[in-house]
């Protein structure tokens, strides 16, 4: 008895940065069909946009970012990983198992809080050294 079970999955890849729009939608295409084809379903994709990458990669310095949630079952991302492989304008990507209850749109809205939050501290820093620098150095 052959037991297949589903699981949920987030897939974030990077594409090349001068990738046409029409090319980055027949990666995203060829990733939908995948699910499909191991009887799973999009959940959420998301696009993140264009950013620097933390180091350069082939010579890249900018990557778009993308995100995908899906089910699926075994053997659903190893034949996505095995497809980002062999495309070229895939520079990196990287799938987690999540749980069941993962609520994809709960957590970038706490990512987002977060960084509006350190966005604030970071201001307020900087606006406590601009104080600091226009006071009179008192001298003893």
Sequence with gaps: MSYSTTNIYETVYILKSGLPDAEAA???EK????IEKFKGKVIQRDNWGLSNLAYPINDETM?????VVYNGKSGVV????RHFKILGEVIRFITVQVAADYDYTK???QITLAEEEMKKNREAKEQRKRAQQQQPQQQF
């Design 26 to 28: 027949a990666i995203h």
């Design 63 to 67: 990557g778009s970012y993308s995100v």
């Design 78 to 81: 190893e034949e996505i990983e």
């Design 31 to 34: 990733v939908d069909n995948v």
């Design 107 to 109: 957590v970038k809205k």
